[in-house]
């Protein structure tokens, strides 16, 4: 039937009786619940204080994240694989020991706040996770906004129409696509402490290529948003991208044969689904749901 992945605002947002309705279409087809190492980062970093606005509905989603495909903690969790755990596989022929020991870190502090009653024995782990997610929201924010000023200033002779009409056609280019899954295959080298191959075989960025369009399109969704639509970088949700375009990464595969359907209110993934061609696996919760009644 299906791999199926509920994003963050799904597993925040859907009243429980929906959720039920949803959960109980899923048992009846046969679907594999998964989860996604980026939504467990989301939730768990508004879990640093209970005074924090959002920390009720993530404690929640969690749970049911948790529930869904993580626990018991007897049996192995159902994690989609994060991209760059799949890109050292087909650089490497493995993933790296630190990668798979990051996911099962997080796997494991995923589990014990969803069976705890009282956070503090998880306190150190939810603080380091919030950290990572604040600097690498701040990074994410400080680089974009500098390229956006770069680009504006390059193009400050043309009309806005005109630039943007450029942008688009440069980032939808096979050339840009491409290039992104070089950048992935020297950002593997790089985590592995390997010097880069000069040049990189054209095999080796073929293979990742197969593995990589789907996130390479949401990256230049991501782009366009950013440097097109003026998106404002001070806001979470549009930091937020920063996470998405990892979650669409995951777009267009499979586990086991099964494919991989991701359930969101969030129009940028279906946009970014469309743009890779694999519109039908994105879907809101009613679509999703009228999907598995159609079975």
């Known amino acids: 039937m299906y791999v199926t992945v509920l994003d963050t605002n799904v597993l925040r947002g859907l009243p429980p ?3 039920s309705k949803l959960e109980a279409a899923e048992l009846r087809n046969g ?3 998964y989860a996604d190492l980026w939504t467990l980062m989301e939730l768990i970093a508004h879990l640093r204080s209970p005074t ?27 994690m989609l694989a994060p991209s760059e755990l799949q890109i050292s596989r087909l650089v490497f022929g493995e993933p ?13 502090l995923a589990r014990g706040i969803a069976m705890a009653d009282d956070l503090g024995g998880g306190r150190d782990g939810i603080q380091l996770v ?16 500098n390229l956006r000023e770069q680009v504006y200033e390059a193009t400050k002779s ?6 943007n009409k ?5 980032t939808r280019s096979d050339a840009a696509i491409r290039m992104d899954a070089e950048a992935l295959v020297r950002r593997a080298f790089s985590q592995a402490e390997r010097e880069v191959p000069h040049p990189i075989p054209p095999h080796l960025i073929d293979c990742v290529l197969a593995a990589s369009r789907p ?3 949401a990256v230049a969704l991501l782009l366009e948003r950013i440097i097109c639509d003026n998106a404002d970088l001070g806001k979470p949700r549009h930091r937020n991208l920063m996470w998405d375009q990892e979650v669409s990464a995951s777009v267009g595969q499979s586990v086991d044969g099964l494919p991989i359907i991701l359930v969101t209110s969030d129009s940028y993934f279906g946009e970014a689904a469309g743009m890779a061609g694999h519109r039908s696996a994105v879907c809101t919760p009613d679509e999703y749901l009228a999907k598995l009644e159609m079975h």
């Open 31 to 33: 679907v594999r619940q």
């Open 166 to 170: 450029a942008v688009r056609a440069w």
């Open 215 to 217: 996130g390479s399109w």
């Open 96 to 108: 790296l020991r630190d990668q798979e020991d990051n996911v099962a870190a997080l796997v494991e």
């Open 17 to 19: 009786d929906e959720f």
């Open 52 to 78: 924090d606005a959002d920390y009720r509905s993530c404690r929640m989603a969690l749970r049911r994240c948790a529930n869904r495909a993580l626990l018991p903690a007897d049996q192995a969790p159902r």
């Open 130 to 145: 919030a950290d990572h997610v604040s600097q690498k929201e701040r990074w994410f924010a400080e680089y974009f906004e």
């Open 158 to 163: 043309v009309t806005n129409s005109e630039r």
